[in-house]
């Protein structure tokens, strides 16, 4: 399980380190007007939907089921079952991305209401969306293929995919503006060619792999895919609930003023850092694991997996946590402000940040605790939670909204975060499923010690170190307060015990 956690998450680390890079390059560019909101909107809208149907629901019920058939009846019905999930994805998802292109004002009118009394937002954010849709259907066959390669223990391309999209997304930036409207229309063209790119990566590397499938076959309904279909319905809201929130985000910020929109996508990109690189790995890696050792008779096993897992998310949530809600400003001065992108803007995205470094130790224990249910075949109970914490973070955008603006947005997604976390574990808990070993009872408060230790020397190289001004120097300044913190925190925890450091080398060598 270590090795899948470091190997996805080595690539994710690289793939969010590009992303800053382009992310750079459009807050440059773009800034945080009109046409970032609107491309943003564009970007969110089939992220939203590959994550529901692919990443989210699809791997909740497709990998448990796929990890069975290849142990108890071999490659052949592992592969025919892969096959047959993807013609319906195909065709499903084909249906879905003409609806939207053609209905795509109507769409837009209901997740970004605050757009319609801005026709040039408005109009920009349609044309834009129309050319990303079509993604949806290239990154969920990507994420399908991805689930067989996880399911056969093959981490590394389906890990190094998001990698292409980040490349191709800046390489459009510079080669298509000169001949597209905007410079949102070259990056939205970049985002549909990158689906491509990332769907024939993963498809070559299941070929190398064994298992070369046919996207294509007769469609056939058979009992491993009704069981599939059965689960993954539910699985829609329960493996989907952060990107639920993040929907009802965009409707409310939608209607702030202008600008609302990028502040909440650029402090969002910060916290997909950790949450990408520690969250996703975790989920990723553990999922078939659990569904082996389940379906193995290795209950104990399983148990054990779940707090090595929980163990190494907050190791790594609680600094991560700390450091971006003590760092927020000289985070977005070093990262973002820089031509079109002002103090103003740098200051409205540092408070998201803020907001945002409340719940990402919650979003990630999300991504540990979910499998505990999926690897069972369940997907109800994620679905009863998720419904609540979605009608939560609702009810505190509404209550927040109008006294914090886009920070109570933030704020509310964080909390909700915080809800939906601790309902996981009280049912998995009740349930006999997981309960936290004599390890993890000792080592999570050590932990917390040095996250307070962390945050305390940085709150003070802060109050010492003021702002340098220019690019430059505040990177440096940053990369300064980065080694400081990684020095206190694991030092700290070498010394109370809770991550030594032979431990840490013997976890680099695995």
Known sequence: MIRGILTVGGWTLGSRVLGFLRDMLIAAVMGAGPLADAFFVALKLPNLF??????????????PSFAATLTVAGMAQARALAERMATLMTLWLALLTGLGIVFMPQLLRVLAPGFVDEPLRFQLAVELTRITFPYLVFICLTALISG????LDRFAAAAGA????NLLSMGSLFALTPFVATPGHALAWGVTISGVAQLILVWVAAARAGMPLAIISRPRLSPEVRDVLRKMGPGLIGAGVTQLNLAVDVIIASLLPAGAVSYLYYADRIGQLPLGVIGAAVSTAMLPLLAKQLRGGKPLSAHRSMNRALE??????????AAQAALAWPIITALFQRGAF??????????ALTAYAVGLPAFILVKAYLPGFFA????????KIGLAAVALNLALNLALTPWLQHVGIALATSLSAWANTAALALILRRRGHWHADKRVRRNVPRLLVATLAMAAVLLVLRMAMPDPGGSTARIVVLAIYVAAGLVTYFGTAHLTGALPLGELRRLRRR
């Open 50 to 63: 590959r994550r529901l149907f692919g990443e989210g629901a699809f791997n909740a019920a497709f990998v």
């Open 148 to 151: 067989v390669l996880n399911g």
């Open 162 to 165: 998001p990698v292409l999209f």
């Open 312 to 321: 190494l998310s907050l190791a790594l949530a609680l600094p991560a946590a």
């Open 342 to 351: 002002g103090a103003e803007a740098a200051a409205a995205t540092s408070h």
């Open 376 to 383: 069972r075949g369940d997907t109800a109970t994620p679905v």
